[in-house]
């Protein structure tokens, strides 16, 4: 089995990592800022070395690509995204990236020609923290937004995608949209708990959590806190506290796969002395299986009826729903394989969390690769793998992609 150099794949991580670095070990490479664009010239230059051509499409999206026997096949694609959160870690999406450039340089240290070519790709915009949404870049490409859609979208400083991509000098000239490829592959730390717990190198990811967002109210009265007895009170925040609870418990009945979240809410009037009278909030509920989500949202319909049959009112509303995703068998087959020659010990994954590889799997086979995490650390700068588990995940990245590549 091929295996890449990994001290050469570590150095190149550290170096990446000097770009945008902030206290803590982390950085900050927000989507076409600055950092961003040294972050994108320096991989430029390794991928122009190592003999690769390199296009840029309107969204900005790098495409370095080493060239097959037969140019005239669809290429293999891998890669993931260079920017960061503003607060983050020096591996989330580069990893994937850098890993892919390296499988490049490894064919060329072995002299290896596939038959397809390979190409790593650079996602603009995966994270959405200067842009929303996320993984605006990637949506482009696989059809879910069109690009005037993307370039209007504008950051806190009024800077429109189309004028920051002018700026950064990475508004290029191909069409952002789809081409045929023949396989896919996105390395990514897992940003989770699980390998890492259970002493896994490898995750084989099956495929990503669909996620439904709702928008929800509870509406009561205010009053005085002094002089409004308990009984006679319409306390819209015991409502929420219910609530909250009953979304935790339908979590807990589709366990282990289901994650059910309420992670902000407003109080009105929000005084020490006032009984609060309205409480404004957020649900999103997560699952791989479609039908399980619609069960969760019954469920809950279910929870908010019943705080409808006392003193207080409520609302909900269903304001986002992203399907869950299935990756192509054969590519997860691949990976599987590839691991298993290997020798790393290895499970299969749903993927919680959503990435550039979830919009392409729209248009192209697609699979995923996870290393574990220390501490299921990530989007923080304290987000840490180790130098083996990055060899390890791009070992298997090295051998799925060869074998698609020589494909015919």
């Known amino acids: 089995m091929r295996r890449i150099n990994a001290a050469r794949l570590w150095d190149s991580l550290n170096q990446m990592a000097t770009l945008g670095a902030i206290p803590g070990n982390g950085v900050c490479r927000l989507a076409l800022s ?11 230059r390794w991928a122009t070395d190592a003999g690769c051509t390199v296009r840029v499409d ?3 999206n790098m495409f370095l690509r080493r060239e097959g026997r037969q140019p005239q096949l669809a290429p293999v694609l891998t890669g993931s995204h260079v920017d960061s959160q503003p607060n983050g870690g020096r591996y989330d999406g580069i990893y994937g990236v850098l890993a892919g450039l390296e499988v490049l340089r490894s064919l060329n240290d072995a002299n290896v020609e596939t038959e397809r070519a390979i190409e790593v790709v650079n996602w603009t915009n995966e994270e959405g923290a200067r842009f929303a949404p996320a993984m605006l870049a990637s949506g482009v490409f696989s059809g879910v937004f069109t690009r005037d859609e993307a370039w209007q979208r504008e950051d806190a400083q009024g800077i429109s995608v189309e004028q920051a991509l002018r700026d950064t000098g990475y508004l290029g000239s191909h069409p ?3 081409f045929p490829i023949h396989a896919a592959y996105e390395l990514h730390i897992e940003q989770g708990p699980i390998l890492e717990a259970e002493g896994k190198t490898i995750g084989v990811v099956r495929g990503a959590q669909g996620q439904r967002w709702y928008q929800a109210e509870v509406v009561g009265f205010s009053a005085h806190a002094g002089t409004t007895p308990l009984p006679l009170r319409r306390d819209a925040l015991l409502g929420f506290a219910s609530l909250v609870q009953a979304v935790n418990q339908i979590g807990l009945h589709f366990a282990p796969d ?40 019954a469920a809950l319909l279910r929870a908010f009826a019943e705080i409808n049959n006392g003193p207080l009112t409520t609302s909900v509303q269903r304001i986002f729903d992203y399907a869950p995703i299935e990756f192509d068998a054969h590519c997860v087959a691949t990976v599987r394989e590839a691991a298993t020659a290997l020798g790393y ?4 994954m749903i993927s919680g969390a959503g990435h550039d590889a979830c919009y392409l799997s729209r248009v192209a086979p697609t699979a995923m690769i996870f290393i574990p995490c220390v501490d299921s650390i990530s989007h923080n700068p304290a987000e840490n793998i180790s130098e083996a588990w990055a060899s390890a995940g791009a070992n298997v990245l090295l051998n799925a992609v060869v074998s698609s590549a020589m494909e015919v």
């Open 58 to 60: 309107e969204m900005g």
């Open 345 to 348: 010990a290895q499970r299969e």
């Open 176 to 178: 952002a949209r789809a």
């Open 34 to 44: 600055e950092e961003d664009r040294q972050a994108r010239d320096l991989l430029q």
């Open 258 to 297: 289901a994650r059910a979240t309420v992670g902000r809410a407003d109080i009105e009037p929000n005084s020490p002395n006032v009984v609060p009278g309205c409480v404004r909030f957020s649900i999103e509920f997560r699952h791989p299986d479609e039908q399980v989500l619609a069960e969760m949202e």
